[in-house]
């Protein structure tokens, strides 16, 4: 038997096949049924046109294609010799933003998805406005981005050499305040505890200890039985190297180096989606990945009671939220205002014929986006979005990592919960 779901709440939509067998399904095809053809759009234009055509891939996570394609432009600089040196204010400022879109983030995919979903599932209905939680939380934190990138969605400020912003003293105590702020909500409702004590937590024991809207998560999980459910591969990758985190693979919890020139995409059937794999094997990416490679004490622990659950999954990603915001708060108060910030000269001769790859780590994991230039136009422009990574469909010798997470199951609703616990961006993925 063959069930077809169309999934919405998420950035596009995407379809799932369900096939069941004995009662339990037993594989799931996840088709994405529009382009877009944004990788097509670039090609013949000016490398530097990617600034201002990349972040329109999406309005959610827009700004970190602008950082991976201005990582890809200055890779490219220097793979042909020229020297390409960002200044530790111009570093801090893209990171400060970058960490500020994966807040928002993080926040609006706890509350606009897994917390009403999570009720309405459960038959545990709340009074709560979710709703504007959610936006509270993500307009304090675009504020406290648009002081330096002038403006979000959208933003092109990143460019070749560093950033075109120049902030004063009282820009920087704008966005201290702002931070501030955000931790405040975020310590009183989302976590009902201090970001101290949450990211001291080491172990699973610690998690009676949180409160707030979080600790309605795990106790909903925790009394139904799901918190055990979704487990996939068990295998991570991160190759954004920005930010906090670390760069690797973990099969599960050994961690080794990696190399994008084993990124390999792969066509499948009845989807304009591409899946991807690393050296031919699937691999999770996002914040599990990320605390998983990072070695987070709780992450870890949780990871060796859960391994890669529902739970595990759903936790990282908002503690992760915590780790953001403490970072945050660290560059600005040591943001060097004397330098400068940007040091690329703009008359140097720019070359006509170059490659490039420029990494980050988006909210929904690593996100990498490669440029190839001749005769002083794009040739060929690729982009590979962590949605690649998650939702595959998988290959003749193993299922995508979403899909083999929903296998077994017996319940559609349980699986499409699981489904968008990997947080869905279909417009990214349709390039």
């Known amino acids: 038997m063959i069930i077809k779901k169309l999934i919405e709440k998420v950035e596009g939509e995407a379809e799932l096949n369900f096939s069941f067998k004995d009662k339990k399904i037993d594989n799931v095809d996840i088709n994405f049924s529009f382009f877009r053809g944004v990788e097509n759009i670039l090609v013949g234009k000016a490398p530097q046109d990617a600034l201002v055509i990349t972040p329109r891939v999406c ?5 970190a294609h602008l950082i991976a394609s201005v990582r890809a432009i200055e890779d490219g600089y220097r793979s042909v010799g020229l020297e390409v040196n960002l200044t530790k204010k111009a570093n801090d400022i893209r990171e400060f933003t970058l960490a500020c879109e994966l807040i928002q983030n993080h926040i609006k995919w706890l509350y606009l998805t897994i917390l009403p979903q999570l009720e309405k599932l459960l038959d545990h209905p709340s009074e709560e406005n ?82 707030g809207d979080f600790s309605k998560v795990l106790y909903l999980l925790g009394s139904s ?41 792969l066509n499948q059937k009845n989807s304009f989606a591409k899946g991807v794999t690393y050296k031919d094997r699937l691999f999770e990416v996002g914040p599990l990945a990320r605390g998983m ?21 759903i936790f990282a990603r908002v503690y992760e939220v915590g780790l953001l915001l403490d970072y945050s708060k660290k560059i600005l108060g040591s943001l060097d205002m004397s330098e400068p910030s940007c040091t690329f000269d703009a008359s140097t001769q720019q070359p006509m014929s170059f490659e490039g790859v420029g990494v980050v780590e988006a909210a929904r994991g690593s996100l990498i986006h490669k440029t190839t230039v001749k005769d002083g136009l794009v040739s060929n422009y690729e982009i590979i979005v962590p949605t690649q990574w998650n939702l595959s469909n998988g290959h003749k010798e193993e299922k995508g990592i979403a899909v083999k997470a929903m296998v077994g199951l017996t319940s559609i609703d349980e699986a499409s919960f699981v489904f968008k616990s990997f947080d869905v961006c279909s417009v990214c993925t349709t390039q």
């Not at 309005?59 to 700004?63: F, P, R, T, V």
């Not at 304090?140 to 648009?146: E, G, N, P, S």
């Not at 190297?241 to 080794?256: A, D, H, Q, W, Y």
């Open 59 to 63: 309005g959610i996570c827009n700004h």
């Open 130 to 211: 979710y709703a504007l939680k959610a936006s509270y939380l993500s307009s304090i934190i675009t504020k406290a981005l648009a002081i330096f990138a002038g403006q979000w969605p959208h933003s092109s400020y990143a460019v070749v050499g560093g950033v075109t912003c120049d902030p004063t003293y009282v820009d920087v105590i704008q966005a201290e305040n702002l931070i501030d702020e955000s931790i405040k909500f975020f310590e009183q409702a989302v976590m009902g505890m201090k970001i101290e004590t949450l990211l001291s937590m080491d172990s699973v024991l610690d998690l009676p200890k949180i409160g």
């Open 225 to 265: 039985g799901m918190a055990e459910l979704g487990k996939s591969h068990d295998r991570f990758i991160v190759f954004g190297e920005c930010l906090c985190f670390k760069i690797g693979k973990s099969i599960p919890t050994r961690v080794s180096t990696i190399d994008t020139r084993f990124v390999k995409e």
């Open 293 to 313: 490679i990072s070695k987070e004490p709780i992450i870890k622990s949780l990871h060796k009671r859960y391994k890669d659950s529902l739970l595990t999954r």
